[in-house]
């Protein structure tokens, strides 16, 4: 099947010349056509512009720096596609990405996003569950239940996009919010395969504290739809969120108290014994130290099982 509908790709840009030129020429490489790329800029002094000017690109610089959202906002305000991908400058999107999403699109009207498979900083490929496809208000709910569904591996109808304007901005966690507002008006659907590259640019908002704290915040401003589903939905967002707290915590100091109350707060959560979060609370005890030697001794094992199954 093939579509000329067109394709936005929005990409937002911080200081990231190094890495901006990659993002950019993923997405001029794109098997679709047509497709017209727009580079935000949100550096507050054109600091993108000598590198956006190299390509056949839509340039818009803020006048000041206003945070992810906004700035997806701005993209997406500006986007003409029936179809749009908000693109983070440090990943990049594989040559048929955009054309193996949209034709599942056209095969299935009912759905508003299509996510697919991505690969990590770390090289580890990551696919969707088998599940979480059609109705996924709950598993969006539960917060760590869609991975890998984020921002740069979906595709949404444009439609869909633009009536949730303006995006609210997020000290962290942009996707979270994003994916229930559209799981509350939408079905998904993804494509089983890796089709996005997350990049390593060493800077990501999702490995601070303020991340969690959005988890928190998200569980308050969605209660009246964490109240359509039994009290189990919001148990697994609670435990998500002590849970990253408390990885945050440890990560950042040698040896944290609040870090392993939050693993215990997690554990509360829990309602089945779970090895990788009750090995984090007692690791966490001993320190930083003991708890990446643990956890790294876990993602061994658990990679061996994977290989021999």
Sequence with gaps: MT??????????????NDWLPTAIESALDQTHDPVEVIVVDDSG?????????????????????????????????????????????????????????????????????????????TGDLVFPKQENRGDVLAQALRISELHPCQTGTMLFRGGILRDLLPLADREAGDDLGLKIRVAALTE???????????????????????????IFSIVDEFDQLY???????????????????????????????????????????????????????VSSIFGRWMYHTTQTLYNNVLKSKTRFN
């Design 3 to 16: 579509s000329d509908s067109l394709a936005s790709v929005v990409i937002p840009t911080y200081y990231r």
């Design 45 to 121: 002094e054109s600091h993108a512009e000598a590198v956006a000017s190299e390509y056949d690109v839509h340039y818009i610089a803020h006048e000041r720096n206003l945070g992810g959202n906004p700035t997806r906002n701005t993209g997406i305000e500006a986007a003409s596609g029936e179809y749009i991908q908000l693109l983070d400058d440090d990943d990049r999107i594989l040559p048929t990405k955009l054309e193996k999403q949209i034709d599942l699109f056209e095969a299935t009207p009912s759905v508003g996003v299509v996510y697919c498979g991505l690969q990590q900083e």
């Design 188 to 214: 998904f659907d993804f494509i089983d395969e890796v089709l996005l590259v997350k990049g390593d640019s060493g800077d990501h908002r999702s490995s601070k504290l303020e991340f969690s704290d959005e």
């Design 227 to 281: 109240d359509r589903f039994d009290n189990d939905v919001r148990k697994h967002a609670m435990r998500a969120a002590y849970q990253s707290r408390g990885t945050r915590l440890v990560n950042q100091r040698r040896w944290s108290l609040e870090a392993t109350l939050c693993f215990a707060k997690a554990l509360s959560y829990s309602d089945s014994p779970d090895p990788k979060l009750i090995g984090s609370f």
